[in-house]
């Protein structure tokens, strides 16, 4: 594709408050700087406080040559933080403050008109835990999916943000899923899927919901990938860990800008399961800049 691929991030702007010190984080705006390093043109659709951290969060994102155009000011909540705490294998625990910014993102005809000129919209599950929100990213949804537009749902489940009806409204909505092994069973669970292999699941996913594909991650093993047609199965990519923060954004960053750019399945799993490890090696969820 000799045009850079237009592709608006939908959801939470926050602070990950590790012990070390604040990192930026939110799986979308993790999303977005990902997919932009790669070349995407991505537009970020959030919102910040007017507090320090809002400023210090739309400094940072700009230098990853996001288009902040659409992120939003408002004096009505903080900008997002979350508390993180890692096990021995650096994977995270989250303690999500609330009330944060990003449950008040509101709708602008600005937003519908730019959706019409993009190739995917990404979303997932905790942007729509408050009402304002959730109503602004369905009805995004709703004009990308009239005009054709590709929506990516990234699950990203978080306790206490999810219901069994977010997940499968939100699977209504979408055209791309990705989520974890250890998110399969509760979305399995979610939409009435009660046996069968990992694959069986994957495919029965993504035929009731009329996907156009379905990523799963494995963690270390890798990671598969079902079409309608085919399944992909790619080997974890060897590395050394020092956490694993952001680790499934980059994977859906690249699972993304592979499948607009019209890559083969194989290579677009391969280059998202890289991208994945190279997360992995350096602290936080993104790469300095």
């Known amino acids: 594709m000799a045009q850079s691929p237009s592709i608006f991030s939908f959801g939470e702007v926050l602070w990950d408050l590790f012990p070390a010190g604040p990192q930026l984080g939110g ?22 406080g007017v507090d320090e951290l809002g400023q210090r969060a739309a400094e940072l994102l700009g230098k990853y040559q996001l288009d902040l155009s659409l992120l939003q000011t408002t004096s009505v909540a903080p900008t997002g933080s979350v508390g993180v705490s890692l096990d021995a294998h650096g994977s995270p625990t989250f303690t999500i403050h609330s009330p944060s910014a990003w449950d008040h993102i509101a709708w602008s005809e600005q937003l519908a008109a730019a959706i019409l000129k993009s190739q995917a919209v990404y979303f997932g599950t905790l942007g729509q835990r408050s009402e304002v929100s959730r109503a602004t990213i369905r009805r995004a949804l709703q004009v990308a999916c009239e005009a054709g537009v590709r929506r990516v749902l990234d699950i990203n489940l978080r306790k206490p943000s999810y219901d069994a009806a977010l997940i499968e409204e939100s699977l209504q909505l979408a055209s791309l899923l990705k989520l974890s092994a250890e998110e399969l069973p509760i979305v399995a669970a979610a939409c009435g899927i009660s046996s069968g292999s990992t694959a069986e699941m994957l495919r029965i996913l993504l035929t009731k919901y009329d996907l156009e594909l379905v990523a799963m991650t494995l963690g270390a093993d890798g990671a598969l990938l079902v079409t309608a047609t085919d399944k992909y199965a790619q080997p974890g990519i060897p590395t050394v860990v020092s956490d694993t923060v952001g680790a499934g954004d980059s994977f859906t960053a690249a699972l993304v800008m592979g499948v607009l750019k019209h890559d083969p399945p194989p290579t677009v799993l391969r280059t998202a399961c890289e991208l994945a490890a190279r997360t992995c090696a350096h602290a936080g969820a993104l790469p300095p800049v």
């Open 27 to 48: 799986a979308p705006a993790n999303f977005a700087c990902h997919a932009a390093l790669q070349g995407g043109k991505v537009s970020l659709v959030s919102a910040v």
